[in-house]
């Protein structure tokens, strides 16, 4: 996997936990949601990523 989508997939996830956090600290639970999602999403392409590699050596 390239470096660069690596960055992405975490920056992804990164995104979702401050999306979270701002959704808790400020009582909206819309956002904390989102938060959730993105923050799963990156998780999971970081997980497939990390497959995918140990399947290429």
Same mark, same amino acid.
């Given at each position: 996997? +390239? %470096?660069?989508?690596?960055? !992405?997939?975490? &920056?992804? &996830?990164?995104? /979702? /936990?401050?999306? +979270? @956090?701002?959704?808790? &600290?400020? /009582? @909206?639970?819309?956002? #904390? !949601?989102? *938060?959730? *999602?993105? #923050? !799963?999403? /990156?998780?999971?392409? #970081?997980?497939?990523?990390?497959?995918?590699? &140990? %399947?290429?050596?």
């Amino acid at each position: 996997m +390239k %470096f660069g989508k690596k960055i !992405a997939h975490r &920056a992804e &996830a990164t995104k /979702g /936990g401050a999306k +979270k @956090s701002t959704g808790r &600290a400020t /009582g @909206s639970r819309r956002l #904390q !949601a989102e *938060g959730r *999602g993105d #923050q !799963a999403k /990156g998780n999971l392409k #970081q997980a497939v990523a990390k497959i995918k590699d &140990a %399947f290429k050596h």
